[in-house]
T-cell receptor, first 115, second 114 residues
């Protein structure tokens, strides 16, 4: 149990385009999902917290207009990188917090490359 | 402010031996959770073990155990009988405030030698 999927696993796009990444909890409900960003050889940096049915809360320094988050259901959250630029190239990982626990289960990540 | 520190950027261990990965934390919250995750080269974050701040006993999960010393604010991960497949990055994490947010340490890269 506790499987989280992410789609796509990798994406290459041109500068100026938008990219949508989906995060799904496959066998449990998650009222809260989190989006992280990770640069090579570095730790995970929390970008935003996504709560089902309400607006996402963003960490300091994260542009909410650039990284649009939607948590449409108890099993799906999406991150849209709008007008992507090469500096947005990174590894994006989502996690889902199991209801009534503190444990977060992570998706396999999405590697974004912006040309 | 809450903080997680992993002071070992890289560690080597011989196959079948035990290894301890260090993690210290700082928080003023009386209630918190501590986690260890494994990240192989594929990038996925694999949950290994959890310790609650009020748990009396150290957590264990198979070959993984968490040496929780609350007074010293340390939560070291012990891997017994290392296997080649244990080679990966290991991250210590702690809940930050309410809402389940996690903060992560810098990570330790473990290499298991045959």
């Amino acid at each position: 149990g506790a499987v989280v999927s992410q789609h796509p696993s990798w994406v290459i796009c041109k500068s100026g385009t938008s990219v949508k990444i989906e995060c799904r909890s496959l066998d449990f409900q998650a009222t809260t999902m989190f989006w992280y960003r990770q640069f090579p050889k570095q730790s995970l940096m929390l970008m935003a917290t996504s709560n089902e049915g309400s607006k996402a809360t963003y960490e300091q320094g994260v542009e909410k207009d650039k990284f649009l988050i939607n948590h449409a259901s108890l099993t799906l959250s999406t991150l849209t990188v709008t007008s992507a630029h090469p500096e947005d190239s990174s590894f994006y990982i989502c996690s889902a917090r199991r209801v009534l626990t503190d444990t977060q289960y992570f998706g396999p990540g999405t590697r974004l490359t912006v040309l | 402010a809450q903080k997680i520190t992993q002071t070992q950027p890289g560690m080597f261990v011989q196959e079948k031996e035990a290894v301890t990965l260090d993690c210290t934390y700082d928080t003023s919250d009386p209630s918190y959770g501590l986690f260890w995750y494994k990240q192989p080269s594929s990038g996925e974050m694999i949950f290994l073990i959890y310790q609650g701040s009020y748990d009396q006993q150290n957590a264990t999960e198979g070959r993984y155990s968490l040496n929780f010393q609350k007074a010293r604010k340390s939560a070291n991960l012990v891997i017994s009988a290392s296997q080649l497949g244990d080679s990966a990055m290991y991250f210590c994490a702690m809940t930050r405030g309410q809402g389940g947010k996690l903060i992560f340490g810098q990570g330790t890269e473990l290499s298991v030698k045959p």
